[in-house]
């Protein structure tokens, strides 16, 4: 059964914008959600998570370029990204209820293996972003 759906991926030029969407079965959708971005051959990174107790936090990568809200009255989460660079191409992934051993304020800028995928018990499929310069 489908928990995670993520859209609004696309292919656009430097400088551009793209907002993606995560939309959340109800017992999925969390305290602490994030969004995270994978390039071929690479680790998954944290882009942001937003955290009911803390608020929204960025990857310094992304600081000022992209900004991660929610909708609970439709258990949506979205990343709105302005500004895109090359380097920001890759596989957007949304994730949901967080179980690891930091806290979620600390996932912005984690790079993780597929062995420390579990510290998000759900993932979405991904929605792939593709920024030509």
């Known amino acids: 059964q489908v928990q995670l759906v993520e859209s609004g991926g696309g292919s656009v030029q430097a400088g551009g914008s793209l907002r993606l969407s995560c939309a959340a079965s109800?017992?999925?959708?969390?305290?602490?959600m994030a969004w995270f971005r994978q390039a071929p051959g690479q680790e998954r990174e944290g882009v942001a998570v937003f955290d009911t107790n803390s608020g929204p936090r960025y990857a310094p990568s992304v600081t000022g370029r992209f900004t991660i809200s929610r909708d609970s009255a439709k258990n949506t989460l979205y990343l709105q990204m302005n500004s895109l660079k090359a380097e920001d191409t890759g596989t957007y992934y949304c994730?949901?209820?967080?179980?690891?051993?930091?806290?979620?304020?600390?996932?912005?800028?984690?790079?993780?293996?597929?062995?420390?995928?579990?510290?998000?018990?759900?993932w979405g499929q991904g929605t792939q972003v593709t920024v030509s310069s």
């Open positions: 994730a949901a209820h967080f179980v690891g051993a930091s806290m979620c304020a600390a996932v912005p800028g984690l790079r993780i293996s597929r062995e420390r995928f579990g510290i998000f018990e759900f």
């Open positions: 109800k017992y999925v959708y969390s305290d602490c």
